[in-house]
């Protein structure tokens, strides 16, 4: 089928594209790494916004918790965590090659555990509330994750950690974390594409078109939710581990629960994209990566003022976003895009949903 | 913090303190929860940018207060009254009309894209520091010097409850009011029944607005405003409007002043720096007491 190799080689240069983009721009490596972060940012939202019409604003929770669980088990593995933190990051240990990645595996390893177990413990906090109460109840508890840990002294408080630095050249260190961003991104992607195409899928979005009627249908809503919360919880977790090794130094407010920075960017993202498709979260995030960078470059003093117009804008004129633009302007294309015919029926009734 | 606890305990003349600054506070922050219930049972729109308005209304009181006119706070609240009606009735016009109709979720983002263009606007033109208008009025002392309270947060005080009475008042007998009211009970008999429905819809935004300046003038005399403040406010709004609900203003008064009083309490207890935790910590502990409250009637909070 002509269609199958389009899409085999599609997915051949994105991920050609992904491996060859840090060689070919050195000096973006970092950027290029965050867009990766960004695109699963997106993916790991969608789960819930999207496709079961949760609309969550406090997913940074997770990522958060990730990133500290990481950082105190690479530290504790070798060291006294109160100890190390006692000296707000002025004492620099030099952790070996084998201790770094050890603890680095073990870390991100628990950190995805750790958030999973949390959204578990959340979930049943914030599930019995539907609509702006979902949202604004997850916010909360978001912002006041991020107080509290800036209360906890053993984790250093409001003054933060310095993650154990990197053994090897600086090079070296901004490629080895693309790589861990870019899989973790693309194996958002893959585990995303498998899950929209089983019966999981169906579940979360009958709860999306009518939770009462999915209950009343034999579907455990609770669970379904609770499980889809997970999901996006464990991929959350990892990226904040990793984010957390790739700035170095991570602090309650601004680097770990940055409810009004990542938090709000990623539900953004899957706005500009189209929520409820697999692809919009993707394209979403690219586009917005893209204009974040170019109004922080040239728009700076007013990037913030740009970010919050592109909000409304955003919200109020185009809130189906790209995915479902395209969708109501070119239907045919969709039998013949990326997405399988299946998929486009599905997204069809999501953009309908939507509007 | 079981040293301040036991402070409490030794000095029982400082709960009183506490206590009465909470309630004289309290009562400023009823003022913008009850903006937020009016747009909330009215047209269903979540404000987010509700705490942004009152900081809005308090830098204009403080442009009012340093210009060569140099208006003491007080006499400025009528200018910033016009001045955020106006405000609300433009961004009604641009922004809300559109979103009304729409889901839930829709009002709630583009208040909360709202609320950062105003914060950070704010920002740009003042800058980041935390400010405060000087009202140059006594302070009162009590029981020797153990309880003072400053004449701004008593007349601030009298000032809100004469606001929340001229509001009620107006909501009861004026024409507008009624038409408010029965657009809140049923939009659509409202329309059969001749009221414009868009205007009272424009009317009650634009009246949220100017008691959130109000609120905001008040506020920048007994306390301090700064940019990025907002979103506390806005939190505390939607704090005492989830535990009070919509239409019940001596709900929303008492819960007001019940979380002034609490905020009082531990930012003395726990260091100021726990404000918003406290703040944010009793939405979720609203939250969670209502969830299950409903779960017992086999209902979801929504």
């Known amino acids: 089928m002509k269609s199958k190799t389009n899409k085999i080689l599609f997915y051949a240069v994105i991920l050609l594209a992904g491996i060859f983009a840090p060689i ?47 950082t105190i088990v690479q530290i504790g593995m070798y060291y006294d965590v109160a100890e190390y933190t006692a000296h707000f990051g002025a004492v620099k240990i030099d952790f070996t090659p084998y201790q770094y990645f050890s603890g680095l595996a073990l870390g991100l390893v628990s950190a995805a555990i750790a958030s999973l177990v949390f959204a578990v413990i959340f979930g049943w906090i914030v599930f019995g509330l539907r609509g702006p109460y979902f949202a604004i109840g997850t916010l909360g508890v978001a912002i006041a994750a991020g107080e509290l840990v800036g209360a906890w002294d053993y984790v250093g408080g ?20 693309y790589a861990l961003c870019f899989i973790s991104a693309v194996s958002t992607f893959v585990f995303l594409k498998w899950l929209y195409s089983t019966r999981f899928k169906l579940a979360l979005n009958a709860i999306r078109d009518d939770e009462e009627k999915a209950e009343a249908m034999g579907i455990h809503t609770n669970r379904y939710k609770t499980i889809a919360w997970s999901f996006a919880a464990f991929f959350l977790g990892i990226s904040g581990g990793i984010f957390g090794n790739m700035t170095g130094f991570i602090e309650p407010l601004e680097v770990a629960f940055p409810t009004v920075t990542f938090g709000i960017f990623m539900v953004l993202m899957v706005l500009l994209g189209g929520k409820g498709t697999l692809w919009g979260p993707v394209i979403g995030a690219v586009l917005f990566h893209l204009i974040k960078e170019i109004t922080w470059t040239y728009l700076l003093g007013w990037q913030w003022v740009a970010l919050g117009v592109l909000i409304i804008i955003n919200v109020v004129f185009f809130q189906q976003g790209i ?14 895009s990326v997405d399988s015919v299946m998929a486009a029926g599905e997204e069809e009734n999501s953009t309908k949903e939507v509007a | 913090m079981i040293d301040n606890l036991s402070l409490l305990g030794l000095a029982p003349l400082l709960n009183l303190q506490l206590f009465i600054d909470g309630l004289l506070i309290g009562s400023i922050f009823a003022l913008a929860a009850y903006g937020l219930a009016l747009v909330w049972g009215v047209m269903n729109i979540k404000n987010l940018a509700q705490g942004d308005f009152v900081i809005m209304g308090g830098y204009i009181a403080f442009t009012l207060s340093e210009s060569p006119f140099n208006l003491h706070p007080i006499l400025s609240i009528p200018f910033v009254f016009v001045i955020m009606f106006v405000f609300g009735w433009v961004l009604y016009q641009t922004i809300i009309r559109r979103v009304i109709e729409r889901d839930l979720f829709t009002s709630l983002l583009a208040t909360f894209g709202l609320a950062i263009v105003i914060q950070q606007l704010i920002n740009l033109a003042y800058g980041p520091d935390v400010q405060t208008i000087r009202s140059e009025m006594a302070i009162r002392e009590f029981f020797e010097g153990e309880v003072t309270i400053a004449d701004i947060k008593f007349v601030s005080f009298i000032l809100a409850m004469i606001m929340g009475l001229m509001i009620t008042i107006f909501m009861k007998k004026s024409r507008m009011g009624r038409a408010i009211r029965a657009t809140s009970q049923n939009a659509r008999a409202a329309r059969i029944m001749g009221i414009d429905t868009d205007r009272v819809y424009a009317f009650t935004f634009s009246l949220n607005a100017a008691i959130c300046g109000i609120a905001g003038v008040l506020i920048s005399m007994i306390w301090v405003i700064q940019p990025f403040f907002g979103i506390t406010h806005s939190i505390r709004a939607f704090v005492i409007v989830t535990s009070a609900g919509f239409g019940n203003l001596i709900g929303v008064i008492l819960s007001s002043l019940g979380l002034g009083a609490v905020e009082q309490f531990s ?6 720096e726990f404000q918003q935790a406290t703040v944010v910590g009793l939405l979720v502990g609203v939250l969670i007491i209502r969830q299950i409250i409903q779960g017992r009637q086999r209902q979801v909070v929504q």
């Open chain 1, 323 to 336: 995915m479902g633009w395209v969708q109501d302007k070119w239907p045919d294309l969709f039998g013949i």
């Open chain 1, 158 to 177: 409001g003054g933060g950690i310095s993650v154990p630095s990197y053994p090897g050249e600086p090079d070296d260190r901004a490629l080895f974390f």
């Open chain 1, 24 to 70: 070919i721009f050195p000096a973006y490596t970092f950027q290029l790494a965050l867009l990766w972060m960004m695109i699963l940012f997106a993916l790991t939202w969608d789960i819930l916004g999207g496709q079961m019409g949760y609309n969550s604003l406090g997913n940074i929770l997770f990522f958060g918790a990730g990133m500290y669980i990481c």
């Open chain 2, 267 to 272: 930012g003395f207890i726990l260091g100021a």
